[in-house]
T-cell receptor, first 109, second 118 residues
Framework: QKEVEQDPGPLSVPEGAIVSLNCTYS??????FMWYRQYSRKGPELLMY????GNKEDGRFTAQVDKSSKYISLFIRDSQPSDSATYLC?????????FGSGTKLNVKP | GAVVSQHPSRVICKSGTSVKIECRSL??????MFWYRQFPKQSLMLMAT?????????EQGVEKDKFLINHASLTLSTLTVTSAHPEDSSFYIC??????????????FGPGTRLTVL
C-alpha cells in the first residue's frame, strides 16, 4: 500500500465549476499537509500548507484536512482555464515527505 | 513565499560529458535540499536528500557515483550528472526544506532543469 494515494485523473470541468481534489493516506504520524500546482515543464509551486487538522482558505482555494479519516482535500472555487495543471498533494512527518502521484486538471473555457 | 532558483534551466550535451546543475535558496537558508527526477507525464521521483555539510542520502536504485551531490552552503546544492548518457535525459527538479519550529515543515521547489543528452 502506498503511503499517499491520489486519483491521477484527468479531471475535466467547465470554467466556473467548483473543483474537488483529494488524497488519502495511511500514516497517522503525518502532521504537515501541502498542495502543489505544477504546470507543464515547470517546478511544483506551493499552493496551500496546513499543519494538523482543519481548514485553510486562500482566495479561491480551500484546503481541508481530516486526520480521523486520513483524508485531505483541495477545493477550487470559480475555476479558471489558468487553473489547468497537475495538482500534487504532499505530507510529511519527522522530515520525510511523501507525494501523491498528482491529479491532472483541465478547466475548459 | 520562499524562492528557489535553478541553473541552468535547460542544457543539451553530448554523451559522455558531465553536467552540473545548481540549486539555490534565494531568501532563506536550507539545511536540507532534495533532488528529484521527473519523466514526462509522471510524478516526482526522489533521487537524494542533501544535507548541508554532510554526505547526501540516495534513494534505492540511484547511483551515487553517477549523480554527485554537494551541499556546501546553506543556500546552495549542486547535482552533477557524470558521464551523461541519453537515458539520463530528464527533467531534474530541486527543492529546499523550510522548517521553522513545530508549525512549519514544507518544501519549496526550483523551476527545474531539462537535460537532453545526445
Amino acid at each position: 500500500q502506498k503511503e499517499v494515494e491520489q486519483d491521477p485523473g484527468p479531471l475535466s470541468v467547465p470554467e466556473g465549476a467548483i473543483v474537488s481534489l483529494n488524497c488519502t493516506y495511511s500514516n497517522s504520524a503525518f502532521q504537515y499537509f501541502m498542495w502543489y500546482r505544477q504546470y507543464s515543464r515547470k517546478g511544483p509551486e506551493l499552493l496551500m500548507y496546513t499543519y494538523s487538522s482543519g481548514n485553510k482558505e486562500d482566495g479561491r482555494f480551500t484546503a481541508q484536512v481530516d486526520k480521523s479519516s486520513k483524508y485531505i482535500s483541495l477545493f477550487i472555487r470559480d475555476s479558471q482555464p489558468s487553473d489547468s495543471a497537475t495538482y500534487l498533494c504532499a505530507m510529511s512527518a519527522s522530515g520525510k515527505f511523501y507525494f501523491g502521484s498528482g491529479t491532472k486538471l483541465n478547466v475548459k473555457p | 513565499g520562499a524562492v528557489v532558483s535553478q541553473h541552468p534551466s535547460r542544457v543539451i550535451c553530448k554523451s559522455g560529458t558531465s553536467v552540473k546543475i545548481e540549486c539555490r535558496s534565494l531568501d532563506f537558508q536550507a539545511t536540507t535540499m532534495f533532488w528529484y527526477r521527473q519523466f514526462p507525464k509522471q510524478s516526482l521521483m526522489l533521487m537524494a536528500t542533501s544535507n548541508e555539510g554532510s554526505k547526501a542520502t540516495y534513494e534505492q536504485g540511484v547511483e551515487k557515483d553517477k549523480f554527485l551531490i554537494n551541499h556546501a552552503s546553506l543556500t546552495l546544492s549542486t547535482l552533477t550528472v557524470t558521464s551523461a548518457h541519453p537515458e539520463d535525459s530528464s527533467f531534474y527538479i530541486c527543492s529546499a526544506r523550510t522548517h521553522g519550529g513545530a508549525l512549519t515543515d514544507t518544501q519549496y521547489f526550483g523551476p527545474g532543469t531539462r537535460l537532453t543528452v545526445l
